[in-house]
């Protein structure tokens, strides 16, 4: 997929060193890049948006001569202390974690720190634990620019309502919290529903049917996520209202672009996950080396409408 550039805010503090001396943990001197393993365990593989983060990953670490080892989730935070605990078993130089759950995940956090294993999170954080770095999107920002956007389009008056993430998860919170920030600085418009469909395009058709059977006059959807807002133009089709309904979603996957570009959905806040997992990489390969790197990375994101789809589309 063809992107813009977008600058990451950042400077990451990068040394991938050739050759070196490592002290088993990886945190004395440059390691030789094929003694670093690094392992990467993601949410779900199911959510295009994370396919493409691991594909970022594995083209860093191809690129930087060291083994990465990927686990999936599949959404289950049980699973996923069982992935990070295999990882721990196996002495990875450091751990790259993108949570289920930024709570669940805290003991393994913990379990990592005491084996001495640096950690870093990718697009979701962590409730607790020592975390050597944190990559992720200005999500704050990409809420509040999605309101502004929703509201203007709907002339700045109307009903509203909002799509949640998986709730405790830090995407949904900031998310959230920056479309609260766009709704505290308007007038006239009123958010008659805010329902969790936990990024999942199933519930959000679900909720977006119960919605929009609830308030006749609803104007506009915000969700959290893509695969919510798909769901939501799958609900507003089946009502016959797909053509009164503004809907924003939030990652800019292939689908929601596509959507946008045919005219079924309205805008979508761009991420690259590409980068984020390339520089969720290129972080543990830093720290793995014994440098020191910013401790908060953030990704600039960039709204996406009818009118510059095609700078996003293949």
């Keep these: ?6 600058a990451v805010v950042a400077t990451l503090t990068l040394a ?30 199911e959510n295009p948006f994370f396919v493409t983060l691991r594909d970022g990953a594995e083209a860093v670490a191809e690129d930087a ?12 935070a049980q699973s ?18 993108n949570p289920v759950d930024t709570a669940a995940i ?62 405790g998860t830090s995407a949904a919170r900031d998310r959230g919290a920056g479309f609260q920030e766009a709704l505290d600085a308007a007038s ?27 308030n006749s006059g609803l104007a506009g959807v915000f969700a959290q996520n893509d695969e919510m807002a798909l769901g939501a133009v799958e609900a507003a089709r089946s009502a016959g209202l797909l053509d009164d309904l503004v809907i924003v979603g939030f990652d800019a996957t292939d689908d929601a672009l596509a959507a946008i570009d045919s005219g079924e959905m309205d805008a979508t806040v761009a991420q690259l996950p590409s980068d984020m997992g390339g520089a969720a990489i290129e972080a543990a390969i830093a720290i ?27």
């Design 1 to 6: 997929m063809r992107r813009p550039l977008i």
């Design 16 to 45: 991938v060193a050739a050759c070196g001396n490592d002290d088993g943990n990886g945190n004395d001197g440059d390691a030789a890049a094929g003694d670093v393993t690094i392992g990467l365990s993601i949410s779900t593989l």
């Design 65 to 76: 001569g060291i083994e990465l080892r990927v686990s999936d989730a599949r959404d289950d």
């Design 80 to 97: 996923q202390a069982n992935h990070v605990q295999d990882f721990i078993t196996r002495s990875v130089d450091v751990l790259v974690v």
């Design 106 to 167: 805290v003991p393994s956090i913990e379990a990592a720190n005491d084996a001495g294993i640096p950690v870093v999170t990718v697009d979701r954080g962590s409730d607790g634990g020592e975390i050597a770095a944190h990559v992720a999107s200005d999500n704050v920002l990409g809420g509040r620019l999605a309101g502004e956007f929703l509201f203007e389009q709907i002339g700045d008056s109307g009903e509203v309502a909002q799509l949640e993430g998986i709730a």
């Design 188 to 214: 006239g418009i009123d958010l008659v529903g805010s329902q969790a469909a936990n990024f999942s395009r199933d519930e959000g058709l679900t909720v977006a049917e119960n919605v929009l059977q609830a």
């Design 288 to 314: 793995a080396n014994g440098d020191d790197v910013d401790a908060e990375q953030s990704v600039e994101v960039q709204l996406v409408t009818a009118d510059n789809v095609g700078d996003f589309l293949e």
